[in-house]
Every structure is written in C-alpha cells, then in structure tokens.
C-alpha cells in the first residue's frame, strides 16, 4: 500500500501532488447494542489525475467511504483532504455518480444535467451550451428533451455521468455507475468513460466489486476487506493508455484478475 506522506514524513521527497488523502478514517453507524464498525482506519492517497478503483465484496463500506469523500456524511473520527483542505461538505470541484441513476423523471435530460447549476445557484443559461456539448461528447445528441423514462439504463447513467461533469469538477466521485448495466454496454460504457476521463482531465475515484472493470479502468486498484472495512491491498495496474477492449485479453490484465481474486477470498 502506498503509504500516506503524513505517516512518515521521509516518504515524500519532492512536492506532494496529493488530491485526495484519507488520514485515518473510521466510520461506525448506530449506538449501543446496535453500533458497528463501517471502516476502521483508512489511510490512502489519491494523486492529481489518477484513476483510482475502490473494490471490495458488498458491505465492505465502499459507498460510505465514497460519501465520506464527499462530504455527504462525516468521518466519525479521521479526516478527508481535497487539495490539502479538510472536506466536510460537498463542493463544487466534485462530481458525484450515484450506485443508482438518480434522475428526476419530471424534468428533461437536459433540465437533469443543468440540476447542479441551479442547486449552487448559478446561472443555468450559462451552462445550457456546455450541457448540450457533454451530451454530444456522451453519444445522446438530440436526447435533451426527452425525459428519463425514454432512455434506456445505459443512456440514463451517460446523462448521470453528464450531470456530474457539468460543474468541470476535478475530481469525479463514482459509485458503481454501470453495476446494472448488461455485460455488453458495461464493457462500452467502461471504454467511454476513460475517453471522457482522459478528456476532462479529473482525478476518479471508481467503486466497483467486478475485478475485471477495476483491471480495465485505473491506475491502481484498492482492494477493501470487510468487517470492518479498512485497505486490504493496493494494486498498482501498470497497463498502457489508452486501454482498449483488446486489454482484457493481456497476459497481464488477466494475471491482475487472478491476484486480486485471490487476494479477495484470501
Ligand atoms: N446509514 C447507515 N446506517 C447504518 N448502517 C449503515 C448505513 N450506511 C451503511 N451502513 C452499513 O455499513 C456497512 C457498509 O455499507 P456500504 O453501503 O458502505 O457498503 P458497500 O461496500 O457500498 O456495499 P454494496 O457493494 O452492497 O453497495 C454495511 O454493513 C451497512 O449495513
Ligand atoms: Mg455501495
């Protein structure tokens, strides 16, 4: 695991480019009887435009760390640092994609895509061409009028991904976005999503318990045990860019699958 700077100060010569940094996160939800421990100890440097995968089976405190991240719920002890500042609500350099599509249905595509806009109270006609753009860059031009329920599940998390992007965050905060998508438009919408990261330049953070979309996706790959949830390992992916469909097939995306695998039933 690469350990944080903060830890051991001699571990970082050169100037740190940490945009993200756990320092010690627990978590524990309830009280008494019925109090548990969510994560216990998570320590973890995210670099300015990395892409990073969290993994871990279900339950292991994936969502919560990414919410923590986010500055949707609190640490219960432990901070989250962006760009060096301590996060405690969420902001306008975050892009949030939620384990669901969270659309409203009552408002078109491109009402859904400006709703960030309006929630930090800027003008949305200033962010009406910019949304138009990341719905051409997306493949659903011409989609902007339509209303969630006429697009099908793979188009609707292309819009989710759309809205979290319209900010220009710099860093893009993923909760399993394509888990109920078919394997088919998953292994596409993966391919996508690192045209649109390479693109946008953002630092990602990725949940996902599918090994081989952690693999295809990042740079490294942090692998969560569970009860309680805290960094098992890390796993650098040392594959060229850009990946493409044909990476899956590498002696050594498939020997990466292999270690993880094992490394998550250890
Ligand atoms: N608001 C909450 N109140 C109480 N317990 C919670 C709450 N949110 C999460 N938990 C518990 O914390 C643990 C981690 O939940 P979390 O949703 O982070 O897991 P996950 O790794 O995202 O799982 P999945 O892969 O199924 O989405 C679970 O045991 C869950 O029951
Ligand atoms: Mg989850």
Known sequence: MRENANSNPNLRQVPSTAKIEFRNVMKTFGSGAKRMLALNGINLTIEDGEFVSILGESGCGKTTLLRIAAGLIPPSSGSVLMDGVAVNKPGRNMGFVFQQSVLLEWRTILENILLPVEIFRLDAKAYRQKALDLLNMLGLAGFESHYPIQLSGGMQQRVSIARALIMSPTVLLMDEPFGALDAITREQMNSELLRIWSLSKTTAVFITHDIGEAVFLSDRVVLLGSRPGRV??????????????????DARFIRLCRDMKHAMTA
């Open 232 to 249: 098992k390992e890390v796993f650098d992916i040392p594959l060229p860019r850009p990946r493409t469909p044909e990476h899956r097939y």
